[in-house]
């Protein structure tokens, strides 16, 4: 703080003043916090913008300014349930933690699978922390499985007797939420009648269970989700503008596309594998994920987002539950309509020299969808399938770098066949049966890969001839 210079007893010629000024010019969105000596009312009228003053004599200040922190800071979850911490999503966890008390209605926007209702569970969590609660109840309810027909007793419950199969008074959701958050998913696709009913719930604050006369107040947020445009639905007629009105009180959730926020994507990662690992009985545990195969997790368009994601890294471990290392081959995305299972192979077979070949360009065997191809359906193509399939091997066969150690060693797969020292048909069914495994063969098409051994043969010829030469030390004489 400079001093001694003319006018620094003026409020408007305070030098933090000027700092602020010049930061307000260069990040006009960075949240700015003001701890002063000074009277408030003395430099209020030039603090207009910040987003929060702190007394610095105050005993309360400390506490406040975590607060600020809290609310205006990029911070990722701190329970790891929400993962990553790329600024695309910390900015929507930002925008949650300062909603989390806004008693107004809050819609959560985002496309299919980008982990809406993870969203609402972190809303819920935040307000619960705040608010010091023993308990807030969030109810979740899918708003397309409400029928006209049901939905009055699902959302505002029913007393005994009110329609045939009622045997008991049923609390609805509405009122279980009472306290808390009523979490409305895929509110776009609920019926008009639906639609209607959640109207007067919104407006009046109270339901009257079917079959009673009696109102129940509530006091419940809502919390809704959507990823479609809802305003040009409310334009077409198919959603009512006063619905959207109410649901929307507060302003709206955004939530990133997973291609948006790819820098999440090993964190992303590691955790799916991890909990695919747990959930497997007999899963390898700790498995690495080699560059190749997040580099084609990172050249993936994701449109299902998160859950796409999950899927994909859940189905690498149930399908090869002994693999060691996660490789591009083990990585398979859902097959779009219209996809051949042998699209791209075409051309004739062309021999190619292992040693050229980095571990990097492996060819992309995802993309063949071979896991359930027909015998008959190879034929025509089988060339150029073994062609690739010996690419493949010729970069896979290299060596890899130990997880713990550091050092190179060789891979599961070179060892197992440059440990044979003749070609044997034990050796061919064993080589046949790594290309299964890796590229997901069907088990059918097994015996055509035995009659046309070529590929397996130039793979093996070139293993063998890169297999460490053992030194022969002398045998000592025996005295």
């Known amino acids: 703080m400079p001093e001694g210079r003319l006018g620094d007893d003026d409020p408007q010629h305070y030098f933090g003043l000027h700092l602020l000024n010049a930061i307000r010019d260069a990040f006009p969105t960075l949240p700015v916090i003001v701890l002063s000596s000074k009277p408030h009312e003395q430099v209020s009228?030039?603090?207009?913008?910040?987003?929060?003053?702190?007394?610095?004599?105050?005993?309360?200040?400390?506490?406040?300014?975590?607060?600020?922190?809290?609310?205006?800071g990029l911070l990722p979850d701190e329970r790891g349930v929400i993962v990553g911490t790329s600024v695309p999503l910390l900015l929507a966890l930002r925008a949650a933690r300062k909603a989390a008390l806004d008693p107004r209605n809050l819609l959560i926007r985002g496309e299919p699978g980008v982990g809406k209702e993870s969203m609402a569970d972190y809303l819920n969590l935040h307000a619960l922390v705040r608010t010091r609660k023993k308990d807030r109840p969030l109810v979740k309810v899918n708003a397309a499985v409400l029928t006209p027909e049901l939905y009055a007793s699902a959302l505002f419950g029913h007393k005994k007797g009110a329609f045939t199969g009622a045997t008991r008074d049923h609390t609805g959701y509405i009122k279980e939420a009472d306290g808390g958050d009523l979490f409305l998913d895929e509110i776009k696709d609920a019926p008009p009648a639906v639609q209607a009913g959640l109207l007067r719930a919104l407006q009046e604050r109270e339901v009257t269970p079917v079959g009673s006369t009696e109102t129940v107040p509530v006091h419940v947020r809502f919390l809704s989700a959507t990823n479609a445009d809802v305003e040009t639905l409310v334009q077409e007629g198919s959603f009512r503008s006063d619905l959207l009105a109410r649901l929307r009180e507060g302003d709206p959730i955004m939530l990133p596309p997973l291609r948006e926020r790819l820098d999440d994507?090993?964190?992303?990662?590691?955790?799916?594998?991890?909990?695919?690992?747990?959930?497997?009985?007999?899963?390898?545990?700790?498995?690495?994920?080699?560059?190749?195969?997040?580099?084609?997790?990172?050249?993936?368009?994701?449109?299902?987002?998160?859950?796409?994601?999950?899927?994909?890294?859940?189905?690498?471990?149930?399908?090869?539950?002994?693999?060691?290392?996660?490789?591009?081959?083990?990585?398979?995305?859902?097959?779009?309509?219209g996809d051949g299972a042998?699209?791209?192979?075409?051309?004739?077979?062309?021999?190619?020299?292992?040693?050229?070949?980095?571990?990097?360009?492996?060819?992309?065997?995802?993309?063949?969808?071979?896991?359930?191809?027909?015998?008959?359906?190879?034929?025509?193509?089988?060339?150029?399938?073994?062609?690739?399939?010996?690419?493949?091997?010729?970069?896979?066969?290299?060596?890899?770098?130990?997880?713990?150690?550091?050092?190179?060693?060789?891979?599961?797969?070179?060892?197992?066949?440059?440990?044979?020292?003749?070609?044997?048909?034990?050796?061919?069914?064993?080589a046949a049966d790594l290309i299964i495994n890796l590229l997901g063969i069907h088990p059918a098409s097994k015996q055509r890969l035995l009659d046309d051994d070529a590929m397996l043969r130039e793979a093996y010829e070139w293993a063998f001839a890169q297999r460490p030469q053992r030194s022969r030390k002398p045998k000592k004489r025996s005295k």
Not at 45 to 72: M, N, Q, V
Not at 296 to 307: M, Q, S
Not at 324 to 334: C, G, S, T, Y
Request: proline share 8%; hydrophobic share 40%; glycine share 4%.
């Open 45 to 72: 009228r030039a603090l207009e913008g910040i987003f929060g003053f702190l007394p610095r004599e105050k005993a309360g200040s400390p506490s406040k300014l975590r607060t600020y922190i809290y609310e205006h």
């Open 265 to 337: 994507l090993p964190p992303l990662v590691e955790a799916f594998l991890r909990k695919a690992e747990q959930m497997h009985p007999r899963a390898t545990k700790g498995r690495t994920v080699e560059l190749g195969a997040l580099e084609k997790l990172r050249n993936h368009t994701w449109p299902e987002n998160i859950r796409e994601l999950q899927r994909c890294l859940f189905n690498a471990v149930y399908n090869y539950p002994d693999a060691v290392h996660l490789f591009p081959a083990h990585i398979r995305f859902d097959e779009r309509p």
């Open 342 to 430: 042998l699209s791209g192979l075409s051309g004739t077979r062309r021999r190619v020299t292992a040693p050229d070949i980095p571990t990097s360009s492996a060819p992309n065997v995802g993309l063949f969808q071979m896991n359930s191809a027909d015998p008959a359906v190879l034929r025509d193509s089988l060339a150029d399938l073994q062609a690739l399939v010996a690419e493949y091997l010729s970069s896979a066969l290299r060596t890899t770098s130990d997880p713990v150690t550091g050092k190179l060693v060789p891979t599961t797969a070179y060892k197992m066949i440059v440990e044979r020292d003749v070609w044997t048909s034990n050796a061919t069914t064993a």
